[in-house]
């Protein structure tokens, strides 16, 4: 997190929001070092935090705000610009949403809107820290596309659009699996098929349709991607008049996934 605002957005003029957006303002306009806008910025956020985030979280977070606002002030500040403002901030976003994703795994944040998007998800529970740091950091874009132009501002969203998939991403780790409902006359060939070749469970139901009033069975399974492929090509064998499902299942744990701690 300290190598994409050093290394990239700085020297591009590209405010991705947060505290290191404000950094990069205040050293472009004032000449204020970034580590020194980084450490001034988070002072009230940990006054209020304090309060509001349990011992352990709030002094995760203490440590990366310190080792971050010491990161910014003591990293090198090497120029590994391309000159291609896609690819330079393509890969600057990538760094920053890995080390973005990684801290937050832990419940942590490195400070600025980081925690604050963290004690907004406290109250905010069905909206996710990603995508309220994302409405956090587009207000300080339109702050520094007033300074740095439109076009570096509209760069600054694509980044900005970039850090938060692949943090989410990095969140959701390897947890995501693949939600199958198939409807069909007879369900015994997919469900032995399903059980023997994948290696998964299947639940069967009854169910009744609104508009022909036929019965006929629905399995629900949950797979990886890579299953449902399988699984969709042996259905097509078996039933073409099939009627399948498919939905993205953000986490799946216990049995044959992850451990449920």
């Given at each position: ?7 990239y ?33 988070n ?9 509001m ?18 990161l ?28 973005l ?9 490195s400070?600025g ?41 509209i760069?600054a ?11 989410s ?22 469900s ?29 399974c ?35 996934f992850?451990?449920?701690?």
């Amino acid at each position: 997190m300290a190598i994409a605002p050093l290394w990239y957005f700085e020297r591009m003029g590209i405010v991705t929001g947060g505290v290191t957006g404000l950094a990069i303002i205040a050293k472009k306009t004032l000449g204020v070092p970034m580590w020194i806008t980084n450490c001034v910025a988070n002072l009230p956020l940990f006054v209020i935090g304090y309060n509001m985030l349990d011992k352990a979280s709030f002094i995760r977070t203490l440590y990366a705000t310190i080792v971050l606002t010491v990161l910014l002030g003591i990293l090198p500040e090497y120029c590994l610009i391309t000159g291609d403002y896609i690819v330079d901030v393509a890969f600057g976003s990538v760094i920053m949403g890995i080390g973005l994703g990684l801290i937050l795994m832990t419940y942590t944040s490195s400070g600025g809107s980081d925690l604050l998007a963290v004690l907004l998800n406290m109250k905010l529970k069905h909206i996710e820290i990603p995508q309220i740091m994302a409405i956090i950091d587009t207000i300080i874009v339109v702050i520094g596309a007033g300074i740095f132009g439109l076009k570096k501002g509209i760069y600054a969203v694509i980044a900005i659009y970039i850090i938060e998939r692949v943090s989410s991403r990095i969140l959701e780790g390897t947890k995501k699996a693949t939600q199958m409902c198939i409807i069909l006359d007879d369900e015994i060939a997919i469900s032995e098929y399903i059980i023997n070749e994948i290696s998964r469970g299947v639940t069967v139901i009854q169910v009744k349709g609104g508009y022909s009033g036929q019965t006929k069975k629905m399995i629900i399974c949950v797979v990886s991607s890579r299953e449902m492929i399988k699984i969709r090509q042996k259905l097509a064998q078996i039933d073409k008049n099939a009627i399948c499902f498919i939905g993205d299942i953000r986490e799946a744990f216990g049995e044959g996934f992850t451990n449920i701690g």
